[in-house]
C-alpha cells in the first residue's frame, strides 16, 4: 500500500465515514470514547458498532469487533472479503487481528492514532497478512471531523472547554 493512495479522498468513502460518525456520536452520548464502525457490502451496511467497553465492562468491546461480529452473521459466510470496514479512528493491535481473521477486503479510517493504531502509525499489522489474501487500506477519510469529536470528547472529560 503507497502513503500516496493511503490518504486519497472518495465522496463514497465519505459517506460511508459519515455512518461510521453516527456510530461514534451514540459511543460518546454514552460516556464511551467515540470510536464508530460500519462493514458495508454490495452497497449496503451489514455490520454497525461502537465502543462499548465500558457499558459492556469488556476491553474487547471496540467498535471494529462488534461491527465485524454483527456482519458476520450477515449471510451464509462469515468471511468478509468482499465488505469495507468504515471506522473513525485507525484501529488498535486487537482489531486488526480481527480484520484479518474475518477476512475483511478492504479497511477505511478516518482519523490515524499515532498512539495505538496499528495499520499505519505504530505498525503495519494489515501488510503481509498470514491468512493470504490481501487488504486494501485507505486511511485519512474524514479525518477532522473524526478526530474532532475525539479531541472534544476528552477535553471535555478533562474539564475543559473544547477549542
Known sequence: MSEGNLFAAFGTHERWLGEALKEA?????????PVGAVIVRGGQVIGRGHNQVESLADPTAHAEILAIGAAGGHGDDWRLGDATLYVTLEPCTMCCGAILLARVGKVVFGAADPRAGAV????RLLDGNPYRHSIEVVGG????ACGALL???FQSRRGQSPG
Open 25 to 33: 456520536r451514540l459511543a460518546a452520548d454514552k460516556g464511551e470514547v
Open 120 to 123: 499505519v502509525s505504530t505498525g
Open 141 to 144: 477519510i474524514a479525518a477532522d
Open 151 to 153: 479531541s472534544d470528547f
